[in-house]
């Protein structure tokens, strides 16, 4: 009987991805061609390592540099929802999960110590996203917590003008640890709400009268 019962939920839950992603389709369909970025030589995580390395920086200056190399290299974007956070990183596109793990394979290969965390509720300010203006608000979001010596300070990836302590998100409800064996949940989680999101951006897009001209993204 529990056999049973433990395929027919393995069963839903493969017809459950199966169905996320079939919705995820027109979001790869809109993915750039090229899917390799590189930014000052910058391609791969291991090049993002050896850029770090290379600049003898150390504590919280080091902390500070890969963060910032991070946010450089990355791009917003909720259509790559499928990617590996290394997949991610290279083509220089990821929403807040891809964007955070990436980083911290960066600070675990400089051997600096770093817990994910995660909270569902962070204010944000407005940005475009994937060419659509989103006038900000609350939303989800993952980010790393580092350590170095007995100071452990936020630090997170998602915009060029952060730096570790200073975020451009405020919390506003609990804050969890992340786990590894979270990320099934979460990463079927964020792909829903990649497709939600983007669904409701398209729509309101499609309402907009057309701009006399050509469109001007405001950025971070």
């Known amino acids: 009987?529990?056999?049973?019962?433990?395929?027919?939920?393995?069963?839903?839950?493969?017809?459950?991805?199966?169905?996320?992603?079939?919705?995820?389709?027109?979001?790869?369909?809109?993915?750039?061609?090229?899917?390799?970025?590189?930014?000052?030589?910058i391609t791969t995580i291991d090049d993002a390592v050896?850029?770090?390395?290379?600049?003898k920086l150390q504590g919280w200056d080091l902390v500070a540099y890969a963060q910032n190399l991070a946010?450089?290299?990355?791009?917003?974007?909720?259509?790559?929802?499928?990617?590996?956070p290394s997949k991610a990183f290279e083509r220089g596109l990821g929403y807040c999960e891809q964007q955070t793990l990436a980083l911290k394979k960066?600070?675990?290969?400089?051997?600096?110590?770093?817990?994910?965390?995660?909270c569902m509720r962070c204010k944000f300010p407005a940005k475009v996203v994937d060419g659509v203006y989103w006038p900000g608000g609350i939303s989800g979001h993952a980010w790393l917590r580092v350590r170095i010596g007995d100071e452990e300070r936020d630090v997170c990836p998602g915009s060029v003008n952060n730096t570790p302590?200073?975020?451009?998100?405020?919390?506003?409800?609990?804050?969890?640890?992340?786990?590894?064996?979270?990320?099934?949940?979460?990463?079927?989680g964020s792909s829903i709400e990649n497709i939600r999101r983007d669904m409701m951006a398209q729509r309101s897009l499609s309402t907009l009268p057309k701009p006399p001209g050509p469109l001007i993204e405001i950025l971070d």
């Not at 839903?12 to 970025?37: C, E, H, M, N, S």
């Not at 050896?50 to 600049?55: F, G, I, K, L």
């Not at 200073?166 to 786990?179: A, M, P």
Request: proline share 5%; hydrophobic share 40%.
């Open 1 to 41: 009987m529990l056999k049973k019962i433990l395929l027919a939920l393995t069963g839903i839950g493969t017809a459950g991805v199966f169905t996320v992603y079939l919705l995820t389709i027109p979001l790869l369909r809109r993915l750039p061609k090229q899917d390799r970025v590189s930014i000052d030589g």
């Open 50 to 55: 050896e850029a770090c390395r290379r600049t």
């Open 71 to 84: 946010a450089q290299k990355f791009t917003y974007s909720r259509l790559n929802t499928w990617d590996t």
């Open 106 to 118: 960066i600070y675990d290969k400089l051997g600096i110590e770093t817990r994910p965390v995660f």
């Open 165 to 188: 302590g200073v975020t451009n998100f405020e919390v506003h409800s609990r804050v969890f640890n992340w786990y590894p064996w979270l990320r099934p949940f979460t990463h079927v």
